[in-house]
């Protein structure tokens, strides 16, 4: 005759929040690795000079477009143009970011789910509703991290184009 469980062994709520920790670690992780792999990479940028600064450059000589060879920028040039777009997006970590989102998702989410389930259920469902709310708001956190960074990111080449072109050359 088999054993009869009792009502502790088959506790839904610890299975819950079991299922809420793989849940939270795979979305740390996932946010971890998502901001890692979306740092630019440090490899010179080859740019043509621009028209007046052709021209300046090799004596008004008329050349044509194909025939000319790209031109990098000094590293001073480079870094003063990346010490601009810097001053002007703010410099960021985006690992940190995109987890600080995350979080602030998941206690949000959390507190709403809270709140939602115990006027469903008269108060008996606020574990749950905390429990959905939580990986919900810990998603979407995240994906506001993520988008917020690649919007930033967008801004960062941006105004580096803009010092770029600025001092005579073009992309």
Not at 60 to 68: D, K, Q, S
Not at 136 to 148: C, F, S
């Amino acid at each position: 005759m088999p054993e009869s469980v009792t009502p502790s062994a088959r506790n839904p709520w610890k299975l819950t929040a079991i299922g809420m920790g793989l849940v939270a670690a795979t979305a740390l992780a996932t946010g971890i690795v998502v901001a890692s792999r979306s740092k630019p990479e440090d490899k010179p940028v080859a740019v043509q000079p621009a028209p007046a600064e052709r021209a300046r450059v090799e004596g008004a000589r008329p050349v044509a477009a194909a025939t000319a060879p790209a031109r990098v920028p000094d590293q001073t040039i480079v870094k003063a143009c990346n010490d601009q777009a810097a001053a002007t997006t703010g410099p960021r970590d985006k690992t940190t970011e995109v987890v600080k989102d995350g979080a602030v998702g998941a206690l949000l989410g959390a507190a709403v789910g809270a709140a939602g389930g115990a006027i469903a259920d008269g108060g008996k469902g606020a574990g749950k509703g905390a429990a959905i709310g939580g990986l919900v708001g810990a998603g979407a956190g995240t994906l506001y991290g993520v988008n917020d960074n690649r919007k930033h990111d967008a801004a960062y080449r941006e105004a580096y184009s803009s010092c770029l072109r600025a001092r005579g050359y073009t992309g």
